[in-house]
């Protein structure tokens, strides 16, 4: 299993800022998984990060609301860009496991917006 | 694109068994994962079913019927830690085989003492 650190784990932030989230791993890995789930809901997947390329978002997700980093294999943020408070969830970092797909996830970053 | 559905609410006292379903729709299935949840914590997983039949883990078991698109996870002798809101995933043929899965909005299983 990998070991997953996110940071920070939750935060209060203003309506029209944005936030950084950051995800470590314990071993190199090639994709990142970026997953919301917001109050009642089930985990949602916004983007695959991809090292050394760009992050392939799905359906109604866009860069310009979450840009990407992956600058190595271990770490990659998830930005969170002029926030409402639709965007209140917790956001996942995960990593999968090569022969199954199996997920390790993250503790999670539990955002509120005012 | 994928259909995924659960209960969203089962109770049960300690002791008992439960059985929570999952139905799902999807083009080019290639796996279906059960994920524990509890409240506050990141899903932990419990089970991974790519072919037909049972696969038993203890006092989980899981079901996968591909022809029927359905899948059950079967809890045993209930205590009051298993609590918890249970997600069925499906992973898709095709792409990565890393990981990319389409969850269902997680059934929350409350055990009564």
């Known amino acids: 299993s990998a070991v997953i650190s996110q940071k920070p784990s939750r935060d209060i932030c203003q309506r029209g800022t944005s936030l950084t989230i950051q995800c470590q791993v314990d071993?190199?890995?090639?994709?990142m998984f970026w997953y919301r789930q917001q109050p009642g809901q089930s985990l949602t997947l916004i983007a695959t990060a991809n090292q050394g390329s760009e992050a392939t978002y799905e359906s109604g997700f866009v860069i310009d609301k979450f840009p990407i980093s992956r600058p190595n294999l271990t770490f990659s943020t998830l930005t969170v860009s002029n926030m409402s408070p639709e965007d209140s969830s917790i956001y996942l970092c995960?990593?999968?496991?090569?022969?199954?797909?199996?997920?390790?996830f993250g503790e999670g970053s539990r955002l509120t917006v005012l | 694109g994928q259909n995924i559905d659960q209960p969203t609410e089962m109770t049960a006292t300690e002791g008992a068994i439960v059985q929570i379903n999952c139905t799902y729709q999807?083009?080019?299935?290639?796996?279906l994962f059960w994920y524990q949840q509890h409240a506050g914590e990141a899903p932990t997983f419990l089970s991974y079913?790519?072919?037909?039949g049972l696969e038993e883990k203890g006092r989980f078991s899981s079901f996968l019927s591909r022809s029927k698109g359905y899948s059950y996870l079967l809890l045993k002798e209930l205590q009051m830690k298993d609590s918890a809101s249970y997600l069925c995933a499906v992973k898709q043929r095709g792409g990565s085989t890393l990981g990319r899965l389409y969850f269902g909005r997680g059934t929350q299983l409350t055990v009564w003492p």
């Open positions: 999807t083009s080019g299935f290639n796996g």
């Open positions: 071993s190199q890995v090639t994709m």
């Open positions: 995960s990593v999968g496991r090569q022969n199954t797909g199996e997920l390790f």
């Open positions: 079913n790519v072919l037909d």
